[in-house]
T-cell receptor
């Protein structure tokens, strides 16, 4: 059973388009994290959201934590080929981070 | 370079064999986590060590074991290997009081 469900699973868009990926759960999390993973590498932390309703911006990336702290979204404005990768959301359950299966994003020129 | 070092980067071995994967955490990080990543299951938590002691277990098979040494490096031992054990194995470390995990580049294990 996956604690965190991510959608869509795959996304292929052209450079300059906007997109949103979602991370949903039936569980409440004290915080949620977003990671980006490139082929052959480990995930790299992008952001941690802690407070319900919190919005964080990282250049063209906007992260939102749901009011009930059960869901989160990542919005990318004017996507670039360098944004290509696997986007993973993760929440602490017990002592360790549990990850969603990720959204694989491909941005073509 | 994330600061977390994993060796080897690639490993090819036969079914029934035993292998050891090694991880050196980021300097100052006491917590080490092991994850297995496969295409169908995603990133699955295996086990956590904190300052030499086992802290939590996830979906770790009985054929797998791990330990963390006094210098804080960790080893993941995989025995009686099966084809289905082929996957990427990641180690991550975390600083107490920090939310984020720092991952190594992983070990790609192929069992043939």
């Amino acid at each position: 059973t996956q604690l965190l469900e991510q959608s869509p699973q795959f996304l292929s868009i052209q450079e300059g388009e906007n997109l949103t990926v979602y991370c949903n759960s039936s569980s409440v999390f004290s915080s949620l994290q977003w990671y980006r993973q490139e082929p052959g590498e480990g995930p790299v932390l992008l952001v941690t959201v802690v407070t319900g309703g919190e919005v964080k911006k990282l250049k063209r990336l906007t992260f939102q934590f749901g009011d009930a702290r059960k869901d989160s979204s990542l919005h990318i404005t004017a996507a670039q080929p360098g944004d290509t990768g696997l986007y993973l959301c993760a929440g602490v359950a017990g002592y360790a981070l549990n990850f969603g299966k990720g959204t694989s994003l491909l941005v073509t020129p | 370079d994330s600061g977390v070092t994993q060796t080897p980067k690639h490993l090819i071995t036969a079914t029934g064999q035993r292998v050891t994967l090694r991880c050196s955490p980021r300097s100052g990080d006491l917590s080490v986590y092991w994850y297995q990543q496969s295409l169908d299951q995603g990133l699955q938590f295996l086990i956590q060590y904190y300052n030499g002691e086992e802290r939590a277990k996830g979906n770790i098979l009985e054929r797998f074991s791990a330990q963390q040494f006094p210098d804080l490096h960790s080893e993941l031992n995989l025995s009686s290997l099966e084809l289905g054990d082929s996957a990427l194995y990641f180690c991550a470390s975390r600083n107490t009081g920090s939310y984020g995990y720092t991952f190594g580049s992983g070990t790609r294990l192929t069992v043939v």
